[in-house]
């Protein structure tokens, strides 16, 4: 199999341990990943605030560019290049007369054949092969956190149940570990505002952390590097807005993403995976044997 | 010769802005066969049905094509006008320039155009209508009305007080509906049971009023003052007329633990059970899916209790058939269970609960005594919050509709929790608070000053549980628009109003039309709002539309007036559009073959057959004949006559392709 892939600045920068561990599943799995050539900029926060023809030039032109090369679907893992492209295309693909202004503009004809996918969409497509992988499952409580992008806006249409989405959780458990229910899955990390205010960030991620901890997570799981620069790169801040005497049991649980939990799932090293680049670092005990990896789907409440 | 005359109405600016009407005037007055054509603002006022008349009067016409509206609006008020000016009102047709011209093109020489051409197809059928007389048929003067709560019982006697006789049928085991599970009513605050129970017995014991409880409606046909209603009577495993309602069986029964219906699941009843101690009848149904003796063939302990011997474990459900005129459908709605909400727990949280459920918490009858209770704990709650619109105005999670009774019902229950637990405080998150009638906003006012409700205007975008707590999770985006949290020990969701779960098929067995959110349609959402597209049917209550107890009753009266109005007349005039098979003089006498394909096409059994005898009372022919008070019209038998020996009145197989020819 082969699907498109769109890595975004993030997958080359600061969570470049996400596209690693994503490459090692895929190429696991038999699957291609191929790059869009010439790929640019999604334009993320920055364009849509500003210019709304250019927040739709900059991912129209990655997309033109992904039909050029024949690839039906692409695979994008991050969730405001995820965003900025499905929504792109949605627009588009909805309005004839945008459409004509945005291909004239970036000078090229787009169609719109190509689909956009994030990371959980693509895993669940490919789920049925999991569980032949799995040779060390990976048993443990998790909360799986899916923000905000991964399930909004509706138009786009991710996930199925906005307000409570599964789609994670089905993935942990295929792999054998424990999804928590718990009250702040797709609640706001406080994303961008990671640079320009970073103790507003701190204040909202800490309710996340404080919540999974409390309802006995082991890690916490998550597919948008926003997120894991939050959680992760962010746990300092986060500890310092925690109420005194509860820092330290924040300090200690480890962000994955989901295709580490996979890889590692599936027996791969932590290196090629990059768990070695995580801020907080990441060591779980050994997996209790109780949990048996579980189909996806059939463990849904 | 025809003498055709023309009048092409503007219908203000619903015609007129889009269509040149005097150009379509004037080029109908240029059609062969056309007399008079003329173009005016609102042809249905009496001025624009007195142009009519006088054209039909000073220019002898012999037919005459009104370019307006629908005919479904306004055909009877044209064809009143010509029967007044003495020409056959079946000479009279109707040009759709509205909604087949005006409302979907715009405005322009080619929509222009196409309301000519829409004309000139009119005035080639009109040429070849023949006089017709409608069909006078007799009406059955009893009343179904289907549903027992507030709006059938306010129909059923109305309709019996008007001295008709009224079939009132409701599938629960008691009559009551809705309101009698409801603790106070706003805008007074009095007691929901203490002002229907009375309304309930009176039902019962109407001598007008047939009451079949635990029935439902199996099928109707028929036509207007003619149907024919099957009903059937689930059986309630108790032979009614032995049982006294004493209530030794319920006491003695097996199962106890069975969430109650009429307590929204917060109490718990019987196998064999009364919904409620005021049910009409107070007569007992055994619950078959639940009773031990049907699931293990053992138990029958109600049978050893019953002191009349009136347990029935054989009885079988029972077809009643019944000939009505009139129907008033009344069947009422549903509230969206908790369970549809993820962001507020699933369902899996007990404390929190639907509106219908407080109104069982708030009750004297209720579970708890009329105490607020939560289900959790059964303890008072000293902090509730009530979110309005849970589901309601939300298109992307819930439906787009406003629910129109939660503003009011919330303001309720916040006031009588406040009058309940001195020492709590009642939170209301709302989005708008829509207290339209009469001295409603003055009631939710009384909530806010007096029993100082706390409202809160923003949306709750979760509930989780915490430390025994419902953490509600909302913002306030009034004043400083900030994220407000409340620890909360009891949330009440004001949860949206749907339609029943089988309004659908319901719908589809009477044969009328309803809308997206399976609501029924009345005929017109203002002028007709009790009657339905189809006549005879009449509706009332929430089945429509939400709404509360004043509108619904209000809404009964209208649709049971209507019934009233129908059945002050001995019969009823059908519009002659029924199908006719040819006769010719001796020898043809018909070219009907008597193959009697329509007998088979026909799907109202409107074709009998008729022996056509010689003088000598031989037998020459048997050919197909339509009776007309079935007949209803369609024309199935008309396309699959081999031997073309049956037409429409009034849409004659010539008058049709006139119509198109002249395209």
């Known amino acids: 199999m082969r699907f498109g892939f769109f890595p975004g600045c993030s997958q080359e920068g600061s969570s470049r341990e996400y596209q690693e561990s994503l490459r090692e599943v895929a190429s696991r799995l038999g699957i291609e990943l191929a790059e869009i050539p010439d790929w640019n900029c999604c334009g993320a926060t920055a364009a849509h605030t500003l210019n709304h023809r250019l927040a739709l030039a900059l991912p129209a032109r990655t997309l033109a560019l992904a039909e050029q090369a024949g690839l039906d679907e692409v695979v994008v893992p991050c969730s405001a290049c995820y965003n900025r492209l499905a929504g792109t295309r949605h627009e588009l693909l909805h309005d004839e007369a945008l459409r004509q202004q945005i291909t004239d503009i970036i000078e090229m004809n787009w169609h719109g054949a190509t689909r956009i996918l994030n990371v959980l969409e693509w895993l669940n497509r490919v789920a049925g092969e999991l569980p032949g992988h799995v040779s060390a499952p990976f048993g443990h409580r998790v909360a799986c956190y899916y923000g905000c992008y991964l399930t909004r806006p509706k138009a786009l249409a991710a996930c199925r149940r906005i307000e409570d989405p599964i789609e994670m959780d089905e993935l942990v458990r295929a792999v054998g570990a424990e999804p928590i229910r718990w009250a702040y899955k797709v609640e706001c990390c406080g994303a961008g505002l990671s640079v320009s205010r970073t103790e507003s960030v701190a204040r909202l991620s800490e309710r996340i952390v404080s919540d999974a901890v409390e309802r006995g997570a082991e890690a916490i799981v998550v597919a948008c590097p926003m997120c894991h620069t939050n959680l992760d790169l962010r746990r300092d801040a986060i500890l310092a807005a925690a109420p005194p005497g509860g820092r330290s049991r924040l300090a200690s649980i480890p962000v994955l993403y989901i295709s580490q939990v996979i890889g590692l799932a599936m027996g791969v090293s932590p290196r090629p995976l990059g768990l070695h680049r995580h801020h907080v670092p990441v060591r779980l005990s050994a997996a209790p044997p109780s949990v048996a990896p579980v189909a996806p789907g059939e463990g849904e409440e | ?663």
Request: charged share 25%.
């Open chain 2, 1 to 663: 010769m025809p003498r055709i005359g023309v009048f092409i109405c503007h219908c203000g600016e619903n015609i007129g802005a889009t269509v040149d009407c005097a150009a379509v005037a004037q080029a109908a007055g240029r059609l062969p066969g056309v007399v008079h054509a003329v173009d005016y603002k609102y042809m249905c006022s009496d001025p624009g049905q007195s142009l009519i008349k006088e054209a039909i009067r000073e220019k002898r016409l012999t037919g005459v094509v009104v370019g307006a509206c629908s005919p479904r609006m306004h055909e009877p008020t044209f064809r009143r006008a010509c029967a007044e000016a003495g020409l056959n009102p079946f000479l009279c047709e109707m040009a759709n320039l509205r909604e087949h011209c005006s409302w979907v093109h715009e405005k322009g020489e080619v929509t222009t155009q196409k309301a000519i051409d829409l004309v000139r197809m009119l005035v080639e059928k009109v040429k070849r209508n023949r006089p017709l007389t409608p069909i006078r048929v007799p009406i059955t003067k009893r009343a179904l009305v289907l549903g027992g709560g507030i709006a059938g019982i306010q129909a059923a006697l109305d309709i019996a007080n008007a001295g008709h006789k009224v079939v009132l049928v409701e599938r629960d085991p008691s009559i009551g509906g809705h309101m009698a599970q409801l603790s106070e009513t706003f805008p007074t605050l009095d007691c929901s049971q203490c002002i229907l129970t009375p309304r309930m017995v009176e039902v019962a014991q109407h001598p007008n009023i047939t009451l079949y409880t635990y029935s439902e409606l199996e099928s109707l046909d028929g036509f207007i003052g003619n149907f024919r209603a099957t009903i059937r009577k689930k059986a309630r495993s108790v032979d009614e007329s032995l049982c006294t309602g004493c209530g030794a069986c319920i006491q003695k029964c097996a199962q106890k633990k069975i969430p109650s219906e009429f307590n929204a699941g917060l109490g718990r009843r019987t196998a064999i059970y009364v919904p409620f101690p005021q049910a009409v009848p107070n007569k007992p149904v055994i619950d078959r899916a639940r009773c031990t003796y049907y699931k293990s063939g053992r138990c029958k302990l109600c049978e050893k209790a019953c002191p009349t011997k009136a347990i029935r474990f054989d009885q079988e459900d029972e077809l009643v058939t019944i000939d009505v005129g009139a129907v008033v459908v009344a069947t009422g709605y549903d509230v969206k269970p908790t369970s549809f909400f993820p962001e507020y727990g699933y369902g899996e949280y007990k404390d929190v609960i639907t509106g219908l459920q407080f109104e069982r918490l708030a009750s004297a009858s209720g579970p708890t005594l009329g105490e607020i209770r939560r289900p959790s704990d059964n303890e008072v709650p000293k902090k509730i919050v009530f979110i309005a619109c849970a589901g309601s105005r939300d298109p992307a999670k819930g439906i787009h509709y406003c629910s129109k009774i939660c503003c009011m019902y919330t303001a309720k229950h916040a006031m009588l929790y406040s009058h309940k637990v001195h020492d709590g405080q009642a939170y209301v998150f709302y989005m708008d608070i829509r207290a339209g009638g009469k001295m409603y906003e003055e009631f939710v006012r009384r909530a806010v000053e007096e029993d100082h409700v706390r409202y809160v205007r923003g949306r709750v975008s979760r509930i989780y549980q915490k430390d025994g707590k419902l953490i509600v999770k909302g913002v306030d985006t009034l004043l400083n628009s900030r994220p407000v949290e409340v620890e909360a020990d009891l949330v009440v969701l004001a949860t949206a109003m749907t339609a029943q779960p089988d309004a659908e098929e319901l719908a589809q067995k009477l044969k009328v039309s309803y809308d997206g959110d399976k609501f029924l349609n009345e005929a017109h959402p203002k002028l007709r709002p009790v009657e339905m597209n189809t006549a005879g049917i009449f509706v009332a209550g929430a089945c429509q539309a939400p709404k509360d107890i004043p509108e619904t009753v209000a809404q009964a009266s209208g649709a049971a007036s209507k019934v009233a109005g129908m059945f002050s007349r001995d019969e009823l005039s059908r519009e002659p559009v029924v199908a006719v098979v040819n006769r010719q003089p001796p020898p043809v006498w018909s070219t009907c073959v008597g193959c009697f394909l329509c007998e088979t096409a026909c799907a109202y059994q409107a074709i009998e057959r008729e022996e056509i005898r010689g003088r000598d009372g031989s037998l020459i022919r048997t050919i197909a004949k339509v009776n007309e008070s079935v007949c209803q019209g369609c024309g199935t038998c008309v396309a699959l006559c081999r031997s073309k020996s049956i037409d429409l009145q009034g849409y004659t197989n010539e008058q049709v392709y006139a119509e198109l020819l002249a395209l």
